[in-house]
């Protein structure tokens, strides 16, 4: 037998191999608050139920913990602080990014002249500049760039750069796992403990009144005014000066510490805005009524000098005597309230009751939390900060100035509570109640977690308690509002006493000044009084009596005394209480005693046995009480001899209230009867016994208990919560204790089992209890974890009667074995053939003998075997399961187990909807029972019997079983499923720790199957199955478990020395085979690492699936791996590089599941808001597509790739699927797995495998490493409030980056993606656009929730992911360099080369560390050298994207960066000339970059660009090897071509503030290149990026329609196909301005030359890209229906190209549109035209020039004036910018020169009558603008406006050179035509206006009645009708002299009366649309109507007889008439036709 190498033994031992066992029982001792536990009184015999409580506060807790949990799971490094300190160990990344935002370029200083422009257009693009090249400084060159060096060397040489300096662990960088996955953190439950509420200090500083006089007592408590309750015990505390004291020291013999106390510690658990602090103020008794007594204290005041300190000594003098008399009694005086409103801030208490109700179960308001904080919310239930009340809340001092006089009639806590009523609703009783001047202050503050010197509400001191503190806080003892459900942890037994009223208003004289002696007896002898009452202020802690208040003169006085009395431990028959009652005579009257007896009452403290509480009415004896008196209560006193004389003849005049507060009597008859019973059975009792008022014979016991046991559950919640921790312990103790009564057996397991469920499921179904994230019930979680032991057995069974007879096997004491033993074999029969491993098939005889070999080769107790064989028959193993065991020996576990198994009904139901709290009762019974086992008998086989077992694998099954069953219900059972599947889970994780671990997996494997045979609905299926494993995986031992040392390289016979078996046959066949099957799910791998296994085939399932609702199982899925990997990452036992080459071997599965699910990953490259890096695969990259398609290539290339080759087969031959894409979180999670794996697995492993591979699969790794590149992108350090107003940015041109070209750059990877989810997307509408800043970059995901996270913290933030994206880069380059010198040994490079190269360009083209550039650069060279001529040849446009992306680091501001980028474009250039073909095309694309830079990059630096240039200038010029050739010369060409282009850039500086000059420049550059199709082209795809970041879609559209018109010229001299456009000629209809493309003129160069339109776009994708992308942009712009247009010229080449997939999108895109013209018509906004004149020879060329400027919809001209002024005031100072404000013409001689002046006019388009008829829709008036007009008002005079006959208008129409909307958003104007009308014209003109808006109004659908109203008013209104009336009694009253004006005259009465028409038709139809409270506005309107219409009606109906004759020889007239300036124009414009 091959033992394991020695290493992987070594490992497997260091990874935690399995301990002797991994469960650790340990006793803890219980954490106590106070210095002593609270105990009962020394010396007294306890009573059981008394002992057994004070034993379940004060025993150790007991814990079963598992030993190397901490170190493992969610390891070390996450929870501890080490992950706090880890940034401190990584280096600081660098990012140009970043870099930039210290040295910006400077700008240039303003102001600055704008005089550049004249020489501008005159300028060619190639002027040689080469020589100021030369003056430049190179920067530092790379030494031994030129010499030679061997490929391998060089790569060696980068391999070795690479490894250095790398971050061990790769999830440290990354952020941890989302905790909404995250099932198998358990949380720990928290310890129970005693509540305290929300404590709040109050600390009493000053107590004073105008005169000091004598002492004063306060006592302080809380009262909630709503709930009408006193919250509080009092807190008594005095401020007198020890003058005073003085007066009082006769009456006290001493004074306690304690007593001292002037601070208290108030606690409140539900806060809310009704509480009040109330402050009682009582002084010493006087003489005379509290008014009398107060008198002095309104009225002296102390300062007032001479008469009052008399009278203030006076008032002393008298305060002593009546100290020294009646010291002992007291008087109310004052009190005052104190609202808490502030402290509980209102504003947070809308939560407080849905928190509350939930948190006095004990915080729950934490469960959610406890996991995402690491603070464990302290132990208050609901902390303050959580209700808003500490965060903003540190220490107030409450003031108080006045004291409300205290009413001797109304004392009673009813009269406060009306008091505070009043209080609180006028914050005063001034009226009825008199006041008192004083100062009261007080300070309150949240109580600190720990307060120094403080004591409990029982005296007890709490730790820390130092020894010479003199005044100690007070904690106060809470009467919560409602329940509170934690369970009692102390002792504590007190017992409080209201007096509340007397009535003696019929007794005799003498008694008027009542007091009440309260005492607590255990006899009836006077000396019997306990000192068990607590003491007030300044004096004893403990008294024996106490006296309650005195009203003078009152006979039925009201008491608001609190008596706290100690209640003792033991209580007897004796106990009771005692009143007395006196007369306190005030007057010092000779030889009279101060007290004359007036009666006695009392309370006997127990009744039956129990406890009294409550409200009683007694009655009072007058004379003194007979013996034996306490035995009877005092209603109830039987007749006696002599007779008692009673008050009132025995009615009850003493009202009392009795209230305890204890954790030993349970207030509660069930409880309290099942208490006693089980006592009875426990301890020696005579029967019968008595509870409550039954008497219960020992015969009836049994029958008792049972009845008690069903009745528990009856009992209130509260009590049962109180005592829940002994109730179920006692539950325990019945269910396995054989009693035996009266000489039978009797069995109480099932009744205490069922109590067990019953209490269960109270408690779960209970509103007002936590629950913790699992669901689980938090008191039984915390009983299970803390509390709970085995039952003990009893010391000898109590045998009351008869000796037990022989017991049967107490294990079925409940049922016939036979039943139960047919269960079982049932049960059996299913399993009999069940090996460990349930996949492995090996034959059950050579198992066993290996079994047998190892576990004799090993002493005996290491066999903790991990996967033995489980054969049901083991029964011939000889262990004490098999005899019938003595009856004491009855097992926990095993009882617990059956009664799962047996119960039927409800309770089965119950016991497994909470199986949780049975299996874990069941696992820690087990830990118990091995933990206290005879070691030797520690075979993990044999530990349990087989019956257990039997019973365990039904349990498994039948909560399997039910868990299937809920979830094929509907659907709100399905949170009880996944609740029932995750504790099964965790059972089955802990028997791994417990069990033999063979039979633990059968376990497993039964489930997984049970489950998949139930279920059909798959993601449901999974994710249960998921839940399920990722829990089992969170295993301590879970690399062990899955044998991960199990790997090809070294694979043993049997796996380990402590693994029992493992099949031999399954490792041998592993030497020979191929290392791929190690990437792929194999049935081997699935049988050796069988949770891996299940775990990968889930995730596999459910990548796969596509039903609905998949997406979320497959976050699961991937988040469990996910976090399995990161915590063997941070796992201390993996930090040797050996151990994680392992871990990564036994992942190697995943990497081939992550390449089959390549199609639906999230691609974070379409996602990043790269507007549109759509680059269409054109035919360079035909060969690369054709000897590797996949499926998905296959389906990309069928998408969108008009490859003409191919396609047409490929689409038969492919099955079209929809799959279901990852979202951006899920894909990130698997990237940073797939690059774990490929980080830490073998290297040379990886290698061979890829050697292997077909190049098919090659292909998909590096669409993946592509697609990981954008996923790891580096974000940037963001400041929070940047991250928030991101995330809010809708436009997709976020962060438009510095590199990309309009249509570029997404590469056929990224165009594959959008077309594998082509049809899909439209799953995630908007997915695409908003992502830019993805809530998913979970580094940031806190930042938009809290924004206030420190600048450190977002540093620290930075450099992790800074650290990240460099790890994550280089693990992809490491990956590269892996697949290219694996396949340069095979021969597919070609295909191969591609995909490296587009990988490596993604990842210059993202944000990179200067460390990943050296690196990627280093690469790149290595690439160029070896592969030159292929790079050049066939990849042609992944050399035009490098290009650009190494031109654009050229221009870095980091020198390091700049230097390689120089050396790498040098090496590019020099390897090209080899070819002069491909150096002439290297040359186009470095100059097409350029341009592409310079137009687009806002930050671009030309200054590093030039400098860089010179770097290459001197490599050519040192490079001895070149100078032969001509290259040097063609280099310096370049250099210079490449320098003047710069130039143009830095023109665009200038212009940067102006976008008009900007985008003019940019057309002149453009126009300039019109030799030079493919630069034409760049820069218009610049001007095209301009226009869309400053929002002008039409106009980039524009752009693109003319480049796209451009990329046809060319293609129609190309190829001729019928499909395509012919030339510009086929875009007129999108816009007339094309044809300035066609490309006719003689120096257009042909498209054969070399190096000449090459480019990406001179294809026919690309002609489509561009196409699609002008219609997006158009239709952001609203231009729907040039959408249209732009797609009939895309449809027939996707026609031509079947691309069918593709038609349907256009079709939908072109339906949308079609809809939104059809839903927004007139609601769209086009553009605002002005005219904009500039005058003045600062101007420069533009001097006396005209433009119309397009500006966006709704711009005023003020807003266009302010533009234009600031920035032409910046250039020229502003004092001499003026803006001319008419519209007249500009008379030049009459400005100042010096002066720059602007005119600027709103125009309007034009369009004469003719062009009308054409333009029909309100889109065609605003589209193909050549022509506007502008009015300008004038007289004869020169005024401009005068009255109507004699206000002429000037018309002016301008034509612009070119049609908006045009390139460029402004436009010379290239023709002015001006007409004037005379004034009857203008009143034409006007009228015809008013008609058309009535018009307009009319027939508005749907009618708007406000806005006829308005046009109607203006018609006919009574204001207005002036209007109209003025203008026809102006022009219409006389037909007028001269013949020419008939015709206008004629007109205008026509215009008139169609006018008069439609204000009828207009008052008509608003009839119908007015509501009924505008009639009268209505006939208003009528009447003004009519009378219009009568003073009108004399001049329509008048006509001119002239007109009116027979026609001949009107023609003639026509010409002068109205129209004739229409015909003028008519004429111009055919003269310009011509």
């Known amino acids: 037998m091959t033992q394991l190498n020695s290493l992987d033994a070594e490992l497997a031992q260091e990874l935690g191999d399995f301990t002797e066992d991994d469960l650790d029982v340990v006793f803890t001792p219980k954490e106590c608050r106070t210095l002593q536990p609270s105990l009962p009184e020394e010396g007294v015999e306890l009573d059981p139920h008394v002992r057994d409580c004070v034993q379940t506060y004060i025993r150790e807790w007991l814990i079963v913990n598992q030993k190397n949990q901490g170190s493992s799971e969610i390891c070390g490094f996450k929870k501890t602080g080490s992950r706090r300190d880890f940034h401190k160990t990584l280096q600081k990344q660098t990012f140009e990014s970043e870099s930039l935002e210290g040295h910006e370029p400077s700008t240039q200083a303003r102001p600055r002249h704008l005089n550049v422009l004249c020489d501008v257009s005159g300028k060619g693009p190639l002027t040689a500049c080469g020589f100021d090249l030369r003056s430049l400084q190179p920067d530092q060159q790379l030494e031994n760039l030129l010499q030679q060096v061997s490929a391998e060397d060089f790569e060696k040489q980068n391999e070795e750069a690479r490894r250095t300096n790398r971050q061990a662990e790769l999830f440290a960088l990354y952020p941890s796992v989302d905790e909404e996955d995250a099932v198998e953190i358990r949380p720990v439950p928290e310890c129970p403990k005693e509540h305290l509420g929300n404590r709040i200090l109050v600390k009493v500083l000053t107590l004073k009144f105008e005169i000091e006089v004598e002492p004063l007592f306060a006592s302080i408590a809380l009262y909630d005014v709503k709930e009408r309750k006193k919250i509080s015990e009092n807190f008594h505390c005095d401020l007198n000066s020890d003058q005073f004291k003085g007066f009082l020291r006769a009456h006290t013999p001493s004074v306690a510490p304690s007593s001292q106390a002037r601070s208290a510690v108030f606690s409140v658990t539900y806060p809310s805005s009704d509480i009040y602090l109330v402050v009682k103020i009582e002084k010493v008794l006087q003489q005379g009524e509290i008014g009398d007594c107060a008198e002095p204290y309104m009225v002296i005041k102390e300062g007032d000098g001479g008469k009052s300190k008399e009278k203030i000594e006076k008032l002393k003098l008298q305060a002593e005597s009546f100290c020294q008399r009646l010291g002992k009694y007291r008087m109310p005086f004052a009190w005052a309230p104190i609202s808490l409103t502030s402290f509980f801030n209102v504003s947070t208490l809308d939560r407080e009751v849905t928190d509350v109700e939930s948190m006095v179960g004990r915080s729950s308001v934490g469960e959610r939390r406890t996991l995402s904080q690491s603070r464990r919310l302290s132990e208050r239930a609901l902390s303050l900060e959580e209700n808003g009340v500490g965060s903003n809340y540190k220490t107030t001092t409450m003031t108080v100035n006045s004291f409300f006089k205290q009413e001797g009639d109304r004392l009673s806590d009813e009269d406060l509570f009306k008091f505070l009523a009043d209080y609180k609703r006028s914050s005063s009783l001034q009226r009825r109640v008199k006041s008192i001047p004083g100062l009261l202050r007080i300070e309150i503050s949240l109580a600190p977690e720990i307060i120094s010197c403080s004591l409990t509400p029982e005296m007890l001191p709490v730790k820390p308690f130092p020894e010479n503190r003199t005044r100690p806080h007070k904690e106060i003892l809470e009467f919560p509002i409602r329940e509170v459900y934690v369970p009692h942890t102390v002792y504590r037994n007190l017992l409080y006493v209201y007096p509340q009223r007397l009535n003696f208003a019929n007794k005799l004289a003498s008694a008027r000044n009542i007091t009440i002696k309260i005492q607590f007896m255990c006899g009836e002898d006077a000396s019997n009084a306990m000192p068990v009452i607590f003491g007030k202020s300044s004096g004893p802690e403990f008294l024996q009596e106490v006296y309650t208040a005195i009203t003078y003169h009152n006979k039925s006085p009201d008491f608001y005394e609190e008596v706290k009395i100690k209640l003792p431990a033991k209580l007897t028959v004796n106990h009771h209480l005692l009143f007395t009652f006196y007369h306190i005579s005030c007057q010092q009257k000779q030889g009279a005693s101060v007290e004359s007896l007036l009666g006695y009452s009392w309370l006997p403290i127990l009744l039956n046995e129990r406890l009294q509480t409550g409200s009683y009415c007694l009655p009072v004896a007058l004379e003194k009480l007979p013996p034996n008196y306490s035995m009877h209560s005092a209603e109830k006193v039987p007749l006696q001899n002599p007779p008692i004389k009673w008050a009132e003849g025995h009615k009850g005049v003493f009202n009392i209230e009795v209230q305890a507060v204890s954790s030993v009597h349970t207030q509660d008859n069930h409880l309290e009867k099942f208490f006693t019973l089980c006592h009875s059975l426990e301890s020696q009792v005579t029967f019968p016994i008595r509870v409550l008022d039954q008497k219960i014979s020992e015969t009836s016991l049994e029958h008792e208990l049972k009845l008690s046991l069903i009745c528990l559950n009856s009992s209130r919640l509260e009590p049962l919560v109180l005592f829940l921790h002994l109730v179920l312990d006692k539950l325990f103790q019945l269910s396995v204790q054989p009693m035996v009564i009266a000489g039978q057996t009797a069995n109480f397991s099932q009744f205490a089992f069922e109590s067990v469920v019953a209490i269960a499921n109270s408690l779960h179904n209970s509103k007002d209890l936590a629950k913790d994230q699992h669901g689980r019930n938090c008191l039984l979680a915390s009983y299970v974890h803390y509390v709970f032991r085995l039952p003990e057995p009893p010391r000898d069974p109590p045998k009351s009667g008869g000796t037990a007879a022989a017991l049967p096997d107490p294990r079925y004491h409940t049922y016939g074995r036979t039943s139960a033993a047919a269960m079982s074999s049932k049960l059996l029969q299913a399993r009999v053939m069940s090996s460990s491993n349930p996949d492995l098939a090996g034959t059950h005889s050579a198992a066993d003998e290996e079994v047998k070999s190892i576990m004799s080769s090993k002493s005996a107790d290491r066999t903790c075997n991990r996967m033995s064989y489980y054969c049901s028959g083991n029964n011939d193993v000889p262990s004490s399961t098999g005899a019938p065991r003595p009856a004491s020996k009855k097992h926990f576990h095993e009882e617990l187990a059956l009664q799962m198994v047996v119960s039927t009904g409800m309770v089965r139901e119950t016991v497994f909807k909470y199986a949780w709290f049975f299996f874990e009762l069941l696992v820690k019974s087990m830990a118990q029972y091995v933990h206290n086992m005879d070691k030797r008998d520690n075979f993990r086989r044999t530990r349990f019997s087989d019956r257990f077992k039997d019973d365990i694998t039904t349990i498994v099954n039948v909560v399997t079983s039910e868990t299937a069953a809920l979830l094929v219900k509907p659907q709100k059972e399905n949170e009880q499923a996944e609740k029932m599947n995750i504790s099964l889970a965790f059972f089955l994780y802990d028997l791994l720790s417990l069990m033999d671990r063979g039979f633990v997996f059968n376990l497993i494997k039964h489930y997984c199957n049970q489950l998949s045979a139930k279920l059909a609905h798959l993601p449901m299926l999974i994710s249960m199955r998921l839940e399920f494993l990722r829990i089992l995986c969170s295993h301590e031992h879970y690399l062990n478990l899955n044998l991960f040392f199990m790997n090809a390289d070294t694979a043993p016979a049997s796996p380990c020395p402590s693994i029992s078996s493992q099949n031999s046959s399954s490792c041998s066949s592993f030497q020979d085979q191929k290392i791929a099957s190690m990437f792929d799910l194999t049935p081997e791998y699935r049988q050796q690492h069988f949770l891996t296994g299940l775990l990968f085939t889930e995730l596999a399932a459910a990548l796969d699936a596509e039903a609905e609702g998949i997406s979320k199982v497959q976050r699961k899925a991937v988040s469990a791996i996910h976090s399995l990997l990161s915590s063997h990452d941070l796992d201390p036992r993996c930090v040797k590089p050996e151990v994680k080459v392992k871990i990564a071997a036994l992942y190697l599965p995943l990497v081939g599941i992550i390449l089959d699910a390549l199609p639906q990953l999230y691609d974070f490259t379409a996602a990043d808001a790269r507007s549109g890096k759509n680059r269409a695969n ?293 390897f090209s000339c080899g070819a002069t073909s491909n150096f002439a095309r290297v040359k186009m694309q470095v100059i097409m970059s350029l341009a592409s830079l310079v137009g687009k990059a806002p930050d671009f630096n030309e200054e590093y660009l030039r400098r860089s240039l010179r770097t290459i200038l001197a490599y050519a010029e040192e490079d001895t090897a070149m100078q032969a050739t001509p290259f040097p010369t063609q280099v310096e060409e370049l250099l210079c071509n490449l320098n003047s282009i710069l130039y143009d850039t830095v023109k665009m500086r200038e212009f940067q503030e102006d976008p008009e000059m900007l985008m003019d420049l940019m057309y002149r550059i453009a126009k300039s290149y019109q030799t030079s199709p493919d630069l034409r082209l760049t820069w218009l795809q610049n001007m095209a990026e301009k226009h869309t970041k400053k929002k002008c879609y039409t106009e980039a559209a524009m752009c693109l329609v003319h480049a796209a018109a451009l990329v046809a010229e060319y293609l129609s001299m190309l190829e001729d196909h019928s499909y395509l456009p012919v030339g510009s000629v086929s875009f007129q209809n999108i816009s007339s301005n094309v044809l300035e493309e066609s490309a006719v003129s003689d120096d257009t160069l042909s498209p054969d030359e070399d190096g000449v339109c090459s480019g990406r776009y001179f294809t026919e994708s690309g002609l489509v890209g561009l196409l699609e992308h ?255 009336l003025e203008v026809a009694q102006v022009f219409l009253a006389e037909i007028p002299a001269d013949p020419k004006l008939y015709r206008h005259h004629n007109k205008l009465r026509l215009c008139f009366k169609e006018f008069i028409m439609r204000c009828g038709e207009a008052v008509e139809k608003n009839k119908r649309l007015i509501t009924a409270d505008q009639r009268e506005y209505q006939q208003e309107l009528r009447k003004n109507y009519h009378k219009l219409k009568e003073n009108l009606r004399p001049m329509i109906e008048r006509k001119i007889p002239e007109l009116y004759k027979p026609i001949f020889r009107v023609e003639s007239h026509k010409r002068d008439s109205f129209h004739r300036s229409s015909f003028r124009k008519c004429e111009t414009q055919l003269s310009q036709g011509s």
């Open 1178 to 1470: 054109g035919s360079d990259e035909d060969q690369e597509g054709t000897s590797a398609i996949n499926q998905n290539v296959a389906l990309a290339i069928a998408g969108n790739n008009f490859n003409l080759k191919t396609s047409g087969t490929m689409l038969s031959s492919l099955p079209y699927k929809q799959y279901n894409m990852l979202n951006a979180d899920t894909t990130r999670n698997l990237m940073i797995c797939f690059l774990w794996i490929m980080k830490n697995a073998d290297q040379s492993l990886i290698r061979k495998w890829i050697a292997d591979l077909p190049s098919m699969q090659l292909n998909r790794i590096l669409d993946l490493l592509f697609i990981c590149v954008s996923c790891f992108e580096y974000k940037g350090k963001q400041s929070s409030d940047k991250v928030s107003t991101q995330v809010l940015q809708k436009s997709r041109d976020v962060k438009a980056r510095l590199e990309e070209a309009l249509l570029r750059g997404e590469g056929a990877r990224g165009e594959m993606m959008r077309r594998c989810r082509a049809p899909g997307n439209d799953r995630f509408p908007g997915l695409s656009e908003n992502l830019r800043w993805r809530k998913e970059q979970t580094h940031w995901r806190q930042a938009n929730e809290k924004q206030d996270k420190t600048k450190a913290e977002l540093d620290q933030e930075a450099l992790i992911s800074g650290n990240l994206a460099t790890e994550a880069n280089l693990i992809i380059l490491d990956m590269q360099e892996n697949i290219i010198q694996a396949s340069s040994a095979l021969d597919c490079k070609d295909s191969l080369l591609g995909g490296v190269l587009r990988v490596l360009v993604n990842s210059l083209s993202c944000d990179q560390s200067t460390t990943y550039l050296t690196h990627c650069f280093a690469t790149l060279r290595a690439l160029i050298a070896k592969f030159g001529d292929l790079l050049f040849e066939e990849e042609v446009e992944q050399c035009a994207d490098l290009c650009q992306r190494v031109l654009h680091h050229c221009s870095s501001s980091v020198d390091s960066t700049r230097s390689q980028a120089c050396a790498t474009l040098y090496l590019l250039m020099r």
């Open 1670 to 1924: 002008a219609a997006e942009l158009f239709s952001t712009g609203g231009l729907y229906e040039t959408v249209n247009e732009v797609y009939k010229l895309v449809i027939p080449i996707l026609e031509a190209h079947r691309d069918f997939r593709k038609l349907t999108s256009t079709h939908d895109k072109l339906q949308k549109a079609f809809d939104s013209i059809i839903s927004k018509g007139h609601k769209r906004m086009f553009g605002t035209y002005f005219r904009v004149g500039f005058y003045g020879s600062k101007f420069g060329d533009l001097d006396e020039q005209e433009f119309v400027y397009k500006e966006p919809a709704i711009t005023k001209l003020p807003e266009i004036s302010h533009r234009l002024e600031g920035f032409y005031g910046q250039c020229f100072g502003e004092e001499f910018v003026e803006v001319i404000k008419d519209s007249a013409p500009v008379d030049k001689t009459k400005l100042d020169p010096n002066k720059a002046y602007i005119q600027i006019t709103f125009v309007e388009p034009y369009f004469d009558e003719y062009e009308m008829k054409d333009r029909v829709t309100y889109f065609e008036k605003n589209f193909n603008l050549r022509r506007f007009m502008y009015t300008t008002p004038f007289t004869l005079e020169g005024r401009p406006r005068g009255e109507l006959h004699e206000q002429y208008r000037r018309n002016t129409v301008l034509t612009t050179m070119h049609a908006f909307p045009y390139v460029k958003t402004r436009i010379s104007v290239i023709q002015k035509e001006e007409f004037v009308l005379t004034p009857i014209e203008v009143a034409i003109e006007d009228m015809k206006k008013k008609t058309l808006q009535l018009a307009v109004a009319i027939n508005q659908e749907p009618p708007d009645a406000k806005m006829l109203q308005m046009v109607l008013q203006g018609s006919v209104g009574a204001t207005v009708n002036q209007g109209p």
